[in-house]
């Protein structure tokens, strides 16, 4: 086979975006892009959880941090909340039969704050005019003829009871204690107690008898009295009523006209005068002593807060619907709270302390919140499922719901809730949430997708101009050439890992335009050029380099072992990648392998001390399929290996390295050296195919970076599978040595093909008897597995022998040639 085939171009490793593409002098003199580009899965599914009205569809957006989520969201809600009608207002008023369940009303946007301020214009107005009121003359002396009524009555019931009792020989006379009767003598004078006695016992008794009938009299005057007293009172009363009455009704009968529509403002409206008349005696003048004043003051304080209205939410400086971006989601902020004040050492609260949450706000609109804002807090996350079922909130008191103490509180009536909720999050916590959480699929029924890459058509490239645009005018930036821009294009292939894709997480791009435009400052340019941007690009990637050039100087004062020239039987280098942060590189790893008679199989001594993850254990074990399907079909597979990865002492994960360490295996087996100046990367599969893997072009750039400091030769290259072509955006530096016939990298499809590029020989292709073509790689190691089963025959038939007098046994067991990784 001509490996020179399996070669890569220079064109072949990377997609350069040409600034004669553009056509503009500077980004200043194109639009500015408005939204985000990249996302037309996402942008249908939100607008259609936007338009659908029915229960349970809210939206969750699924994505990467910086793939523009929370921009769409707001942008896209916006847009739809301006075509939604302004939601009611809403206010909390007391409930005056039932003061601990305070009443919900709605009122049309922007009449709850007339509301309230015309409840309270008519309260001080009532409290001002009605002590003026008592004090009227016209009052004064309907009063004074009610009282003056009284006492003429009540002096003829005097009159009357002189009269009755001077028959019966008594007076009366009236003291502190009440009224008393007095018997008279002849000459009209009092009896005194010593002429009494003296009297004669028939007289006594006469007198006495007569005195009791007097009492009855003066009893049954006394009743009457105080019915004169009582009926006073009543018609007092009254009269202050009806003059309350006359003081309240003009403010009253307005605003009953004003909100005629509304009735449960009528309601109220109507509960409320009522509770001004059973209360007129607080809002009187009072002649009290100070200590008396200061307690009477406290309680019409308090009698004014009873009739105040409590606007939880005014909408009346709205336009539309309303979208609030809740980025603190505590259970107060979200839910709203009934706060306490103390009052002599003890802690009250009414319906005046009812505070509104993010919910409320958005009632009839949208509410976007970040999931692992929500999560954070159970009980959180378990109130807004709730509230989200019901379509109705309760504010309910933090003491009350987390049971931390046992003060009075309220319990405010239900307020019903129309509300869609946008939750912003990672894809994983969807996943979970879907999968661990039955209510979070009811609720949440549409999920919109944020991808991380987009093609790289000519339309969006240009978008990525426009998006330059829309930074550099944002942020009074420079302005990137078209050179720039076109860098900024060749980095965004390279985030994505894809010549034919562009990477949408624009967080990244934006600090890259950030730190160009600050390179061109130092140099004093008006514009920002290309070499600005890779100046940016190269500080960037130099920043979180330390462990990477540490690793470096490893191999470097082989401190970590790496041949990059020569042939070796057994080894080969392997390619990994490290992340650490956000910062990612490659590195060469040696793989050996050892192989010897026996039964054991493979041993994967990563696995052996638990340094293998799973992904890495399954492409170990994938070789002893193809080990069986390649020279074990007309014989058992015998044979001891151990596979590793030198100086590893931390966990691997990923099976990118299976390929070479297969070629480890097979070069170990055929005793034939493989170059140790090219670098192996690829998974396989039992069939012998290469497979693509991830991380390729850090992977090239790791081992490039390796040979070059110990001197380029022209044989040295990295082998990758050919599906990752695609993925190739590499250095300059590395294209440079390419194209310079100073480095190279091929591209294979089978494993064949990456054995003669590694041993210069033939690897051989089975014939119709079986047998493979001498001198190739498969036929030396068949015939090295051919001769260690003949010698393990040859020792078991010499164990096995029977000795004189005893039958021979089946001879041992073969174990089970089961893959220990």
């Known amino acids: 086979m001509d490996t020179s085939q399996l070669k890569l171009k220079p064109k072949d490793l990377s997609r350069r975006c040409r600034p004669s593409s553009f056509r503009f002098g500077s980004t200043a003199e194109i639009d500015p892009l408005r939204g985000i580009i990249g996302q037309e899965r996402a942008v249908r599914s939100l607008g259609f959880a936007l338009d659908i009205k029915n229960e349970g569809y809210n939206v969750y957006l699924s994505g990467y941090f910086g793939t523009g989520k929370s921009t769409l969201a707001r942008e896209m809600v916006h847009e739809k909340a301006s075509r939604d009608p302004v939601p009611n207002d809403w206010c909390y008023v007391n409930s005056f039969k039932q003061q601990e369940n305070p009443q919900a009303v709605s009122l049309p946007a922007g009449w709850g704050q007339q509301f309230r301020n015309d409840v309270a214009a008519a309260m001080d107005n009532f409290a001002k005019n009605i002590g003026k009121a008592f004090q009227e003359e016209a009052f004064e002396l309907q009063k004074n003829a009610l009282v003056n009524k009284f006492m003429e009555d009540g002096n003829l019931i005097y009159v009357r009871l002189e009269e009755e009792v001077r028959a019966y020989g008594f007076t009366i006379s009236r003291t502190q204690a009440g009224v008393n009767s007095i018997p008279l003598k ?34 049954e005057s006394y009743r009457q009295y105080r019915e004169l007293e009582k009926q006073l009172k009543e018609k007092l009363r009254e009269l202050e009523l009806e003059t309350a009455r006359q003081v309240a009704a003009p403010d009253f009968a307005a605003m ?64 539309h619907a309303p979208v609030i971006y809740e980025t603190n989601p505590s259970y107060a902020n979200l839910f709203g709270q009934i706060e306490f004040e103390s009052e002599f050492g003890v802690l009250t609260t009414d319906f005046s302390r009812i505070r509104a949450g993010s919910i409320h706000k958005a009632n009839g609109g949208y509410l976007i919140m970040n999931v692992y804002d929500i999560i954070r807090n159970y009980y959180v996350w378990d109130k807004l499922k709730r509230i989200l079922k019901n379509d109705e909130i309760v504010v309910e008191s933090l003491t009350k719901t987390f049971g931390l103490g046992n003060a009075e509180t309220l319990e405010p009536e239900a307020i019903p809730i129309n509300v869609k909720v946008v939750l912003v999050g990672d894809p994983q916590y969807y996943y979970l949430l879907y999968n661990f959480d039955e209510e979070f699929q009811k609720l949440f029924k549409i999920k919109a997708d944020f991808d991380i890459v987009m ?62 435009n600050c390179w061109a400052g130092y140099d004093n340019a008006e514009l920002v050029d290309r070499e600005h941007v890779r100046r940016a690009i190269a500080e960037k990637h130099d920043r979180s380099a330390m462990i990477e050039e540490r690793m470096q100087d490893y191999i470097e004062q082989d401190t970590i072992l790496i041949d990059v020239s020569g042939s070796k039987v057994g080894q080969l280098n392997g390619l990994a990648v490290y992340q650490v942060g956000d910062h990612q590189f490659g590195k060469p790893v040696r793989i050996t392998a050892k192989t010897f008679m026996g039964e054991k199989g493979l041993v994967n001594i990563e696995r052996e001390i638990h340094l293998s993850g799973s992904i890495h254990s399954k492409g170990v074990l994938t070789l002893n399929g193809y080990l069986g399907a390649q020279y074990a079909q007309d014989k058992p597979l015998s044979l001891s290996a151990s596979l590793t990865i030198e100086q590893n002492y931390a966990g691997i994960e990923g099976d990118s390295a299976s390929s070479a360490e297969l070629y480890a295996l097979l070069s170990s087996l055929a ?136 039958m021979a046994g089946p001879g041992p067991r073969r174990r089970s040639r089961r893959m220990e990784l």
Not at 190 to 212: C, N, T, W, Y
Not at 266 to 294: C, G, P, R, T, V
Not at 310 to 319: A, E
Not at 461 to 486: E, I
């Open 186 to 219: 002849e000459d009209g004078s009092h009896l005194s107690q010593d002429e009494f006695i003296a009297l004669p016992e028939e007289e006594r008794v006469e007198l006495m008898r007569k005195g009791a009938l007097v009492q009855e009299r003066i009893n």
């Open 256 to 319: 009953e006209t004003k909100y005629a529509q509304l009735a449960d403002v009528l309601e109220y409206l109507a509960a409320m005068q009522q509770d001004i008349l059973d209360n007129i005696e607080l809002f009187k003048a009072s002649d009290d002593d100070a200590a008396m004043s200061i307690l009477r003051r406290l309680d019409k304080r308090a009698l004014l807060r009873r009739y105040q209205v409590n606007l939880i939410v005014d909408n009346s400086s709205l336009k």
């Open 455 to 516: 093609d790289r058509t000519p339309s969006n490239t240009r978008d990525y101009a426009r998006f330059v645009s829309s930074v550099c005018s944002k942020k009074n930036l420079r302005h990137f050439k078209p050179g720039a821009v076109a860098q900024v294009v060749d980095y965004g292939s390279r985030m994505a890992d894809d010549q034919n894709k562009l990477s949408t997480l624009f967080n990244k791009l934006v600090e890259i335009i950030y730190e160009a």
């Open 671 to 806: 005793d034939v050296p493989l170059r140790q100046g090219i670098a192996v990367t690829g998974s396989v599969n039992q069939n012998g195919e290469i497979q693509a893997i991830g991380g390729v072009n850090h992977k090239i750039e790791g081992f490039f970076k390796v040979c070059e400091k110990r001197g380029l030769d022209g044989e040295q290259g990295v082998i990758i599978p050919w599906q990752n072509i695609r993925n190739l955006m590499l250095d300059e530096e590395v294209i440079a040595a390419v194209r310079a016939k100073k480095f190279n990298i091929w591209a294979i499809k089978h494993v064949d093909q990456g054995l003669e590029i590694l041993t210069g020989l033939p690897a051989g292709e089975r014939k119709d008897n079986g047998e493979f073509p001498p001198d190739t790689i498969h036929y030396r190691v068949n015939r090295r597995l051919n001769d260690w089963i003949n010698r393990s025959s040859l020792r078991l038939m010499g164990a096995g022998a029977a000795k004189p007098g005893q």
